[in-house]
């Protein structure tokens, strides 16, 4: 449930958000989100985190960093650590958690409603202490993926919740064949 006259900002976990669209399969356009939300309410921030692989020629989330950076959200990015797995294959790291957490918190004492993008356990105290001052929350993810890409725990905690598949007509296109997180 959103009011008109609410302070919203947006705390969007990229990785978080990517896997769970395409799970669902749809991508997300960044613009029609960003337009969505300006319509439920006074967005008064759209934070974006992800993180990105140091020392690459090309990344293939670079575009949409920029094209995020230009259009009016707040990017937060660290760089990726990469590492190999038990079975050989090569894994890459790149949590943003704290980042998140604190801009939320520090954000807190200006918004009526946050609109966490992210299916994330870990982030269920963060949801607990922005409801204890005051600040309402809404999570978006999905338990209609197979497998669910929202933690129990999580959806539990928050205000409200949204399933990302009720917004496919609101804010997603047709994927692309590539493997970036948009």
């Known amino acids: ?27 997300i356009d960044y613009k029609l989100l960003r337009q969505e939300f300006m319509n439920r309410g006074r967005l008064i921030r759209a934070c974006y985190y992800t993180a990105l692989l140091d020392g690459d020629e090309y990344s293939p989330i670079r575009p949409l960093v920029d094209w995020l950076q230009y259009n009016g959200f707040t990017m937060r990015t660290k760089p990726a650590r990469e590492f190999t797995d038990a079975q050989g294959r090569r894994k890459v790291k790149g949590n943003l958690d704290v980042e998140l957490t604190v801009d ?3 954000l807190a004492d200006r918004i009526d409603h946050v609109v966490l993008f992210s299916g994330d356990g870990d ?52 994927p692309r064949a590539t493997g970036r997180e948009d």
């Open 104 to 106: 939320a918190l520090e």
């Open 1 to 27: 449930m959103f009011y008109r006259d609410e302070r919203l900002a947006l705390f969007i976990d990229g990785a978080n958000l990517h896997a769970t669209g395409k799970a669902l399969g749809f991508d």
């Open 123 to 174: 982030l269920r105290a963060l949801v607990e202490a922005l409801q204890r001052r005051g600040v309402r929350v809404s999570v978006v993810s999905s338990i209609r993926a197979s497998p669910p890409m929202i933690a129990d725990e999580l959806r539990r905690q928050a205000d409200d919740f949204i399933e990302l598949d009720d917004l496919r007509d609101a804010i997603g296109r047709t």
